[in-house]
Nanobody, 122 residues
Framework: QLQACGGGLVQAGGSLRLSCSLS????????MGWFRQAPGKEREFVAG????????YYADFVKGRFTISRDNAENTVYLQMSSLKPEDTAVYSC?????????????????WGQGTLVTVSS
């Protein structure tokens, strides 16, 4: 089971840190990903990280602004978001994939948590 939290309302240029915990499964065996879905749009990949953090991949629109990390001892993956823009407003969800490779397609992830809403005001 995945549980994401940390969303909220922030002004443009501000920062937020999202976290997502995995319970009931071996966290270290999973690739973890963050996705987002803005109002009226399809869900899109944001960032992914392999089990030992040796491979990280970001969508172009967040490179240099967002950082994904994980703490396997705490069964938690994080998404540090900085320099937020109004267009970053979305429901952010974490997902887990029992594999060693990062995929950007959401159908490659077997486990999903409830999303957390991030609203960036201008």
């Amino acid at each position: 089971q995945l549980q994401a939290c940390g969303g909220g309302l922030v002004q443009a240029g501000g920062s937020l840190r999202l976290s997502c915990s995995l319970s009931g499964r071996t966290f270290g065996a999973h690739v973890m990903g963050w996705f987002r879905q803005a109002p009226g749009k399809e869900r899109e990949f944001v960032a992914g990280i392999t089990w030992n953090s040796d491979n990280i991949y970001y969508a172009d629109f967040v490179k240099g602004r967002f950082t994904i990390s994980r703490d396997n001892a705490e069964n938690t993956v994080y998404l540090q978001m900085s320099s937020l823009k109004p267009e970053d407003t979305a429901v952010y969800s974490c997902a887990a994939r029992l594999d060693t490779d990062i995929y950007t397609r959401e159908d490659r992830y077997q486990f999903w948590g409830q999303g957390t809403l991030v609203t960036v005001s201008s």
